[in-house]
């Protein structure tokens, strides 16, 4: 199994970029989708989740800005983000989290926004 990322890139500060994770094989028993950021020197945090149930959750930071969606015909999870700032740099990881398997991580995709 894979998850593939794709759409960063560089943007001006209050542009838009969507991210798309595309997952390859067959994964079982799934709790959530996420997105991780990692900006240099920092942590990785929890950007985004979206639970099998439904549920959404957002980082404080980026509430009303980014959105994650899922199309399950297309075993793609999304994250659109409008209005980025600066401090929205980061390399962004997908992850999916299951309730048997553990964790499965993308390889990341660099998001860099200019002031």
């Known amino acids: 199994v894979q998850l593939v990322e794709s759409g960063g890139g560089l943007v001006q500060a209050g542009g838009s970029l969507r991210l798309s994770c595309t997952t390859s094989?067959?994964?079982?028993?799934?709790?959530?989708m996420s997105w991780y950021r990692q900006a240099p020197g920092k942590q990785r945090e929890l950007v985004a989740t979206m639970t099998t149930g439904g549920s959404l959750d957002y980082a404080d930071s980026v509430k009303g800005r980014f959105t994650i969606s899922r199309d399950n015909a297309k075993n793609t999870v999304y994250l659109q983000m409008n209005s980025l700032k600066p401090e929205d740099t980061a390399v962004y990881y997908c992850?999916?989290?299951?309730?048997?398997?553990?964790?499965?991580w993308g390889q990341g995709t660099q998001v860099t926004v200019s002031s």
């Open positions: 094989g067959i994964i079982f028993s799934i709790n959530a």
């Open positions: 992850n999916v989290r299951t309730d048997y398997f553990g964790d499965y």
